[in-house]
């Protein structure tokens, strides 16, 4: 009989290991209408947080959706650029935290507009320094505080401590096997060329809210659907149009108008008494009889049968 000799080293390795419980039901990532559902909470986000950039920084900002993926935190990483700067931030009660990684250049561009300048021009690419983490802080912070009405529809959240890293190396998220939804969010400044940033949210920090984000799915279609129809329907009333009131034509030949001097007098088809056309984009809506306000010329509508 022959035995193997073994070393210490891996007697206590086999020791140490444990078996771990794995429950094969629990998913581990979301499904294409949860996806849906929190696509539409982060869209609601960008907007308000284009509202507060543009009235921070005092020029119009955009902050577009771009495309929603699922990828392990490992691959997360590697496709983020260092240095920059990298937003962790928590959203109390959901558990883990999320990242919101922008590129060194954009920051550097947005600390010079908040500063007075143009934000154009070769930009340096190295870390932040104090004063520049400070202010490129404040305005994350002031952006990401718009995520917390942005999660009403589907749960009630707060928006935790904000902390400013300039390396993925320094952020610890999740194990690297752990599945993230990485969100490509373009920003641009006036006619500027947009600059990509992301948006990582761990599967920890959505896990407890996955069952309401597939339940809102339809409800938050219908219900953006109706908020955008009253929305145009509001705004139509507020649109200036052009009004004319309008004599009836008269008719000259060109010889006429050619001879016409300072001073002549253009007899008008228009009788005496006869109402005005009022016309909006070239369409009669109403008829008007002329009268004075104040020292302004104006007309008041009248009906078709007090013209007769």
């Known amino acids: 009989m022959t035995s193997t000799a073994t070393e210490p080293g891996q007697n206590r390795a086999s020791q140490k290991r444990t078996p771990r419980s794995f429950d094969f039901r629990k998913p581990k990532s979301l499904e294409r209408n949860q996806l849906r559902s929190l696509q ?6 960008l907007r308000a947080a284009s509202s507060v950039l543009t009235a921070s920084m005092r020029i119009p900002f955009r902050l577009q959706m771009g495309e929603l993926e699922q990828k392990p935190w490992e691959e997360v990483i590697s496709l983020l650029e260092d240095p920059a700067s990298i937003a962790v931030f928590s959203l109390p009660p959901l558990p883990s935290k999320a990242i ?95 600059i990509s940033t992301a948006i990582c949210l761990p599967f920890p920090l959505l896990r407890p809210i996955t069952e309401i984000l597939n339940n809102r799915a339809n409800a938050m279609e219908d219900e953006v659907d109706h908020t955008l129809s009253q929305n145009i329907e509001r705004r139509l009333y507020d649109v200036p149009v052009e009004v004319a009131v309008e004599f009836e034509p008269t008719l000259l030949t060109s010889r006429e108008i050619v001879s016409l001097a300072v001073g002549d007098v253009v ?42």
């Open 100 to 194: 919101w990684h922008m590129p060194i250049e954009l920051s550097m561009r947005m600390i010079d507009m908040r500063l007075g300048g143009s934000g154009k021009g070769d930009i340096p690419k190295r870390p932040l320094s104090d004063l520049e983490r400070v202010i490129i802080k404040n305005l994350t912070e002031d952006m990401l505080a718009q995520i917390v009405p942005a999660f009403a529809p589907i749960t009630s959240v707060a928006l935790g401590g904000v902390n400013l890293e300039t390396s993925t190396q320094f952020v610890q998220l999740v194990s690297l096997s752990e599945m993230c939804v990485l969100a490509q969010i373009e920003i641009s400044a006036s006619n500027e060329p947009p």
């Open 40 to 45: 539409m909470v982060l869209e609601s986000f």
């Open 267 to 308: 007899r008008l088809s228009h009788r005496k008494g006869q109402p005005l056309r009022v016309r909006v984009d070239s369409t009669e809506l109403y008829l008007a009889q002329p009268t004075q306000v104040g020292k302004r010329v104006a007309c008041v509508l009248v009906e078709p049968e007090e013209t007769k």
